[in-house]
């Protein structure tokens, strides 16, 4: 034992926490088709531009599915979206508790008749990616890889179908800000290529196109050039449609993480 | 599009060998002082540094480079790494930061997704990482042993290492030996049998499993009465050392379970409160050494092995030093876990002494009763799994220590799998006259030769370094430097948060620099 000093502290916590859990549902008590009317209108004002107008997701995931990254059940999901998921990019909505209750009576509502259909052959899609196209060079998937693409290993929980298929023929149409082309040129003239990690007033730190990192100060810099487009070329033209369908389809698999209640 | 190309030319190219850890850098660390490589600083675990731009002369003049914030909650025990230029640490309860150290800005930031279900006793802690190649270990509260990319925060492999529902988790920083990441579990208030684990470094397969509470037919059960083994506890939570000339690793281990009701579990309890010595490769026990036999005191042997290579009466030996949670300093010889010396040094009334082979006769009055008892040092020991710090130059053994008592009165409990199993009831004594110091002792005779006073308590690693000077912190949050001959205070600043983790040091641009954790901050100080 270490800090038993600190037990007290605990069973008082957990003892506030039951009691907040008491106050919260288990279960959605706003289910009337009239909550889902309502919880419609809320998700056409704060949730499509990334879930998209139908729920059929963009640059966030599927939500026609009924499946969720972070919890299926109705806690799970009222979690999510009062208190968001910083790392995702899912931002804590701030709504009051019914209003909460009556959009996840909605976003249950589009898995009635799922609308999202995916053509490709998963398997196929998995050996493309390792065999013939040049994906891994900068992309990592569950373990394997290159490191200036974005992380594909759970892509299939936050991207849709289109979104992923966009993406591939399109990369500039839409760029992550972790992902944007930067260039920094030094005072003496050398010029580092990269994505950026972080900055701020003063430095930026990057990851340069051999995947070494840097972190520059500002002032140390003759120039810095951020473009919103990406290093990665398009693959129009690259693959057969049915090629393309296949290597959706298995991005589209990758999700790590199995469904959680 | 044409320069798509030029950037498969670039990635073609071999990787760099800046920012990597490997065996051998592991191996010399302490030739390596710009790097802060592992736990304690090196294999040894005497989290020494020949680091001096820093020093007696000029520590007055230490000031504030940066601060990194983050947003937990919990108490920051990291040790951080730091490799080429770049701090990883770990942020509780589980995710992990790599942080620039010119600017104090993040590279990358892992964020773990939890259940809502984890069993920890004290906290939802983490105290570091390891490293090896360009991957990054680390122990998460939900019993797994991850592997990430050391450029990106990427998740390369995981793996769960125990049953988190069992009362499993995991706190320590793990330690990599060879291509093998060593990792210890947490659970010892859960009744989990306890284990050590070693792990491929790149694949994640588990190597070898070394039990701590002995199976039927195994060295040591008859030490255990009944199925009482299956719930015996001996937690494996602090980081332990390595000595590459005998490949043995050295791992001390927690209490037995349940905690303060001895009568629930007859027997030395092997091996609980011990430290064990492990073959490196084949995981199997060449030597063991019990400090507390059949602890009732929740006296874990979660200590730091300090290893050294010293001469003890009149000849040259393979010492390890163990100032340990009940109160006694022990000098072993690491070769044969033979005890060479032991010595009081903190208040205590448990023990009238110690036998020949240092086990201790302890006084029936020390039993924990339904009644209750006072016992010194408390629960928490007089030392805990805070860091100590040896100096080569001054041959002086630095750590702190606690005298602060507990209240214990015993009770019954059953085992209930992830639910707390202590068997006693206790309370802290705040009207009671409880202190604590850092104190510096000559290993080789346990004599105090300074002792830097502090107030109730203490929960600080110590750093020193060939700048003379013992690097430390207190629970209120003070940030000091010591003179490592005199115990002199030569430089103090306030931090405003407790003080639960042990400072580092390290190279920036050529210039030392001083980390520490204070309450949920990172704080760093150099010269200019």
């Known amino acids: ?261 | 599009m044409k320069n798509f190309a030029f950037i498969l030319v670039l990635l073609n190219l071999a990787a760099s060998a800046l920012g990597q850890v490997t065996y051998q850098n592991l191996l010399e660390a302490d030739r390596e002082p710009g790097n802060w490589l592992t736990y304690s600083g090196g294999y040894n675990s005497q989290r020494h540094s020949r680091l001096e731009q820093i020093n007696r002369d000029n520590v007055p003049e230490l000031e504030m480079k940066w601060a990194f914030q983050m947003r937990t909650l919990e108490d920051v025990e990291t040790t951080p790494l730091v490799v080429d230029g770049i701090m990883y640490l770990t942020e509780p309860p589980s995710n992990a930061h790599a942080v620039d150290t010119r600017t104090g800005r993040t590279f990358w930031s892992y964020t773990r997704e939890l259940p809502n279900e984890t069993h920890t006793c004290c906290g939802q802690v983490n105290r570091g990482l390891a490293m090896l190649g360009e991957k990054l270990y680390l122990g998460t509260v939900d019993a797994f042993l991850v592997a990430l990319d050391a450029k990106t925060g990427s998740v390369l492999w995981e793996v769960e290492v125990a049953d988190r529902l069992e009362g499993y988790s995991i706190t320590v920083a793990p330690l990599v030996v060879k291509d093998k990441v060593i990792v210890g579990v947490s659970g010892g208030e859960f009744g989990i049998r306890g284990f050590l684990d070693a792990y491929d470094a790149e694949t994640g397969k588990r190597v070898w499993r070394f039990y701590t509470v002995p199976a039927p037919g195994e060295p040591g059960h008859d030490s255990w009465e009944g199925d009482d083994w299956k719930t015996g506890g001996a937690p494996t939570w602090i980081t332990g050392s390595f000595d590459p000339a005998l490949n043995l690793i050295y791992w001390g281990t927690g209490n037995p379970s349940p905690d303060f009701n001895g009568e629930l579990r007859p027997g030395d309890n092997l091996y609980t409160d011990c430290v064990i010595a492990l073959d490196a490769d084949t995981g199997q026990l060449k030597w063991y050494f019990q400090f507390t036999p059949h602890d009732v005191w929740d006296w874990d042997a979660a200590q730091i092995p300090v290893l050294v290579d010293a001469e003890f009466e009149g000849r040259m030996r393979k010492l390890m030093l163990w100032p340990n949670r009940n109160a006694f300093y022990y000098v072993l010889d690491r070769e044969t876990g033979e005890l060479l010396l032991v010595k009081q040094f903190a208040r205590q009334n448990w023990a009238q002494g110690m036998d020949s082979r240092g086990r201790p006769i302890i006084k029936l009055e020390a039993l924990p009763t339904e009644k209750g008892i006072i016992i010194w040092p408390g629960i928490q020991g007089a030392m805990n799994w805070f860091s100590p710090s040896y100096s080569p130059l001054t041959g002086l053994l630095y750590f702190p220590v606690r005298h602060v008592p507990t209240f214990i009165s015993t009770g019954d409990t059953d085992y209930d799998p992830g639910a707390m199993f202590l068997g006693s009831r206790w309370t802290g004594m705040p009207d009671d006259p409880s202190w604590a110091s850092i104190q510096a002792l000559v290993p080789q005779t346990g004599e105090v030769k300074w002792e830097y006073p502090l107030h109730r308590d203490v929960w600080t690693g110590l750093l020193s370094t060939a700048g003379h000077l013992v690097f430390g912190g207190s629970v209120e949050g003070q940030f000091f430097a010591l003179d490592t001959a005199t115990g002199e205070e030569l430089w103090r600043t306030p931090l405003g948060g407790m003080v639960i983790a042990a400072p580092v040091t390290y190279l920036t641009d050529g210039k030392q620099r001083v980390s520490i954790a204070a309450g949920n901050t990172i704080f760093t100080f150099g010269l200019d």
């Open chain 1, 1 to 261: 034992m270490k800090m038993p000093r600190r037990w007290i502290a605990l069973v008082l916590v957990l003892g506030g926490a039951v009691s907040v859990w008491a106050q919260q549902r288990e279960e959605n008590p706003y289910t009337t088709p009239e909550d889902v009317a309502i919880g419609a209108e809320i998700f056409q004002r704060r949730c499509v531009t990334c879930h998209g107008g139908d729920g059929t997701g963009g640059r966030g995931p599927d939500l026609t599915r009924g499946l969720f990254r972070y919890g299926s059940s109705d806690v799970a999901l009222y979690r999510t979206i009062r208190s968001g998921i910083s790392a995702s990019g899912m931002p804590r909505l701030g709504l009051p508790e019914e209003r909460v209750w009556r959009l996840i009576s909605y976003v249950r509502s589009l898995s009635e008749n799922p609308r999202v259909t995916i053509p490709g052959d998963p398997e196929r899609g998995k050996q493309i990616l390792s065999s013939q196209s040049d994906c891994k060079r900068c992309h990592l998937v569950n373990g394997e890889g290159g490191r200036l693409g974005p992380d594909l290993s759970e892509i299939g929980w936050m991207r849709s179908p289109q979104h992923l298929r966009s993406s591939i023929l399109n990369p500039n149409r839409e760029v992550d800000r972790g992902y944007r082309s930067v260039e920094a040129v030094q005072k003496g003239g050398q010029v580092i290529r990269g994505v950026p990690l972080n900055e701020d007033a003063y430095s930026i730190q990057l990851m340069d196109l051999e995947e070494n990192l840097h972190s520059l100060w500002k002032s140390d810099l003759e120039d810095l050039r951020q473009e919103d487009r990406s290093w990665m070329p398009s693959y129009q033209g690259a693959f057969t449609g049915s090629e393309l369908d296949d290597l959706v389809a298995y991005l589209y698999s990758l999700r790590r993480k199995k469904d959680s209640p």
